[in-house]
């Protein structure tokens, strides 16, 4: 009869003694490159955003219309998506760095409840705006299909991109800076 011990035992010297091939470390590695950056898919969008207000976090109202004259990034997320947690720093970094070029973003969330964002966004140190996701300004937006999504609207509240799965600071700059260049 085989013990647990000598089943992992085992198992260890048959993964010690283990060569792969080249097509295994390859489809490893592309295994691990999408696990930390996942495919997105960027549409070119052109409609113009309905004016949408929402109350933030915090308490405050907002609505799109305020926003006027900056480039927004609206991201539509969940602290259960993993994807939405891995993007959260990167967005908030290039937040930091564009904010006072006329950058903002604001991010809704799909979660049940308005507590369980703000501790999040207090744990972690997010200092962008967040709101509840409501289903009317949902509709402004568009079709949200997968988490996460993103928008980014001109400063004349025209929706130019639609980003459905995970940003990341270079795809954020591909995308705002030359908005930003647009006066």
Known sequence: MMTQDTFIRGIWQRARNWRPDIWTVLLLAAIVYVWFRPPAWVSDE???????????????????????????????????????????????????????KGFEIVALSQDDGAEVVARFMSEKGYTFPSAMADPVVMTGLGEVSRLPTSFVIDRDGVIRHKISGQVHYARLQDLVEPLLKLQ
């Open 46 to 100: 052109n409609r113009v955003v309905p004016d949408r207000a929402f109350t933030l976090i915090n308490g405050q109202s907002l609505n799109l219309a305020q926003l006027r004259g900056k480039v927004v990034l609206v991201n539509i997320w969940a602290t259960w998506c993993p994807y939405c947690r891995h993007e959260m720093p990167a967005m908030e970094a290039f937040y930091r760095d564009y904010r006072n």
